[in-house]
């Protein structure tokens, strides 16, 4: 280990040197994985804690796997891509434009739904709207020691309003310590995969090295550093999203009580709280439902551009110039696709089944993508010998490429069925 990373690891508190692990959990846990846990809460109790449990460890084997990979090698994640032949390019180009569209209409929508629900004095899309430009100006300039701090920020309201909403339930102790006990009740297949999938995150989980690149963490030398600030960062998350199935299990399923889908659902969870706690309870979960939505929107701005200059730049073999890096033209190219397009579909709300269909389908099949590039990179000579797989983060990836895989596959099966039906 070098002398500054040995330097900030003996001498600088642990919290101070969290950042990347902490920004990419909080990017990847928006407002529809956090109702799916809510969903799963409601429906089966405690019953499926253990998922969370699961989801959170197999996420810590996903984004170190990234980092490894960027810190041991020098290289960014889509330069290993590259490596493993044109196909990668093939499916990562059509599939980060084609997010991105789809994507930043939704960011807009879920924080512009928390906005006007707490200032009825403007629109959903008005909000959103605002929300995306705020987004932008926060990241246009590539700063990421600003962007970091205001993630913080999100994360801490986030941490406290939905812990704070599951204290005030009153949790079963007794109960969630047998929801740790893995059990598969009837019916509950579809909501398992969903609820241990979907705790933090998606594309942004492959941003993971370019935010340690941003934060100065290059060499292999802060490969400890990587470790404890992704471990850290998933134990929060792990944290944050028990703490919503406990609200599911204690408010709704005891109730009976039944939520919407999407950022909806949080919408009526806030009314729900609301009015068994008082109306200011109900507004301070919703400023948090805001936190969340906002955290990946602000997120996704600078990450995935982040990946997309580097794409970019790595296929005009410029990649190492300052058009390709944080700031550069390509990174605030596709920050302005992120917001301004996206704002004419929210205006619009016109949504074509035929790009719904497609981002479904090259959605669900970048985490099966992610677990098996990241298995052929990590297992052969594109990783220095050092670096590589352990038996144990071989049967992680394993894991979670079989288990994105089946996700993928019920994605497409129910994005075609809503198509034809």
């Known amino acids: ?46 019953a499926l804690l253990w998922a969370v449990v699961v989801g959170c460890v197999l996420k810590v084997v996903l984004v170190e796997g990234a980092g490894r990979y960027s810190l041991a090698t020098g290289e960014t994640i889509f330069q290993g891509w590259r490596r493993l032949g044109i196909w990668t390019t093939l499916y990562f180009g059509p599939y980060i434009v084609i997010w991105g569209f789809i994507y930043g209409a939704a960011a807009m929508a879920g924080t512009g739904l928390a906005l006007a629900a707490l200032f009825s004095f403007a629109s959903v899309k008005v909000w959103g709207i605002a929300s995306g430009l705020i987004g932008l100006a926060i990241v246009w300039t590539g700063r990421y020691g600003l962007f970091e701090k205001f993630l913080a920020v999100l994360v801490g309201i986030m941490f406290v309003t939905m812990v704070g909403a599951a204290l005030v339930t009153l949790p079963n102790l007794p109960e969630i310590l047998l929801g740790l006990v893995p059990t598969i009740p ?15 995150g998606t594309i942004t989980l492959a941003a993971y090295g370019y935010w340690l690149r941003e934060k100065g963490w290059s060499t292999p030398s802060f490969m400890r550093v990587m470790r404890l600030d992704n471990t850290t960062a998933y134990v929060v998350t792990g944290i944050f999203v028990i703490a919503t199935l406990i609200v599911g299990a204690e408010l709704l399923y005891s109730a009976s009580i039944a939520i919407g889908t999407g950022d909806q659902g949080m919408l009526d969870l806030s009314k729900v709280l609301a009015d068994r706690y008082g109306n200011w309870f109900g507004k301070l979960f919703l400023i ?15 990450g995935v551009s982040l990946m997309f200059a580097d794409f970019m730049g790595t296929i005009r073999g410029r990649a190492d110039q300052p058009e390709a890096q944080s700031g550069g033209i ?63 983060s071989n049967i992680g990836l394993i894991i979670c490429a079989l288990l994105f895989a089946w996700l993928a596959f019920d994605q497409v099966r129910t994005s075609v069925s809503d198509l034809l039906g």
């Not at 948090?288 to 600078?302: D, I, Y």
């Not at 917001?339 to 970048?366: K, Q």
Request: charged share 10%; no cysteine; aromatic share 14%.
């Open 1 to 46: 280990m070098s002398q500054a990373a040995r330097t900030e690891t003996t001498e600088t508190p642990r919290w101070r040197i969290l950042g990347p692990g902490l920004v990419v959990a909080a990017t990847g846990v928006g407002a529809a994985d956090l109702v799916a846990t809510l969903i799963a809460g409601s429906k089966y109790g405690y």
């Open 186 to 200: 009837e019916g509950s297949l579809v909501n398992l995969l969903s609820v241990a999938g979907g705790v933090g």
């Open 288 to 302: 948090g439902f805001w936190a969340a939505a906002m955290s990946s929107l602000v997120g996704v701005w600078n």
């Open 330 to 392: 390509w990174y605030r190219s596709y920050i302005l696709w992120l917001t301004f397009p996206p704002m004419i579909w929210l205006l619009l709300a016109d949504e074509p089944a035929w790009l719904i269909l497609i981002y479904g389908v090259l959605g669900a099949f970048f985490m099966p993508f992610l677990a098996v590039t990241l298995l052929w990179l990590l297992n052969t000579g594109h990783t220095p010998a050092e670096w590589r797989n352990k038996w144990v």
